[in-house]
């Protein structure tokens, strides 16, 4: 489903589409069940209750702004399930963003990459109240230049947006990645088991990197850490403060010797921790 042109306040509710595309690159890499794109005067459009099913990709809000996207259920997309980035995309990628989208209570399940993909300069989005599980990754090297990829949600170079109360578990790499992306706030979500990292930040040259607020989330049961840095000694520091990590007794930290819980890298703050997963 593609409305045309410069769309205001369409909706687009209970429909079931299943199948859709396969090639990778087709149509610049937008090929989906729906897709909202071209103009950021393309706003306000609802997307709802619908069933999407092994598409290529589900949703994508390309060069758009202001859409709700609620209480869809997205399983087995080969790519994503939802994306926010610029038009086109992959190919001669555009520079327009999808700003300001509201993201909640989606069920995405088993992904070929990332549940949620939020490309550059897609700031102000708010991810809340989502479920998002069991992406199984995909290494599109040959392909895209692409390396495996298979996170719960993924900012890259976006900043700003707020991902509150969701359950982000049995990911195959990250719960959520962030590169080169700045001043997020992320709280009150569950974030468990977690193949590689409950939360992975990387650092960019060219992009800021740093001011997140990570409150008040369950951290708990990711394979390698709970939370994962690439920062050098001279990078800011992470706050990661009032998060529960499995343990009583915290993080695993060479600071922290008597933590047990999941693993914190250096250049994080996470004194003080949560006692429970709850409090």
Excluded at 11 to 29: E, M, Q
Excluded at 161 to 189: F, P
Excluded at 210 to 236: A, C, Q, V, W, Y
Excluded at 270 to 278: S, V
Aim: glycine letters at 12%.
């Amino acid at each position: 489903i593609e409305p045309y042109g410069m769309i205001t306040g369409a909706v687009i509710s209970t429909n079931n589409i299943s199948g859709l595309g396969d090639d990778i690159l087709s149509n610049d890499g937008t090929t989906g069940a729906i897709l909202i794109a071209n103009n950021i005067s393309s706003t306000g459009c609802t997307i709802e209750s619908n069933t999407l099913t092994t598409n290529l990709n589900s949703i994508l809000l390309l060069a758009s702004g202001n859409n709700h996207v609620t209480s869809n259920t997205i399983t087995g997309s080969k790519r994503y399930g939802i994306v926010m980035d610029c038009y086109p995309l992959e190919v001669n990628q555009g520079t327009t963003p999808s700003l300001a989208n509201t993201l909640d209570g989606n069920t995405i399940t088993a992904t070929g990459r990332d549940g949620v993909y939020v490309g550059k300069h897609s700031d102000n989005n708010i991810i809340t109240d989502n479920t998002i599980s069991g992406t199984t990754g995909t290494d599109e090297t040959l392909s895209t230049g692409n390396g495996f990829e298979g996170n719960g949600i993924y900012f890259w170079k976006s900043a700003t947006n707020t991902v509150t109360g969701n359950a982000i578990s049995g990911n195959a790499t990250s719960g959520i990645e962030m590169m080169g992306s700045s001043s997020d706030i992320i709280t009150g979500n569950t974030i468990t088991s977690n193949l590689l990292n409950g939360l992975l930040i990387r650092r960019s040259n060219s992009f800021p990197f740093s001011s997140h607020t990570i409150s008040g989330n369950d951290i708990s049961g990711n394979t390698e850490f709970g939370l994962k840095t690439d920062f050098t000694g001279s990078d800011p520091v992470v706050n990661a403060t009032c998060n529960w990590w499995n343990s009583i007794t915290g993080p695993t930290n060479a600071s922290n010797p008597s933590g047990t819980g999941d693993k914190v890298s250096n250049n994080v703050t996470y004194i003080p921790w949560l006692t429970n997963g709850t409090d």
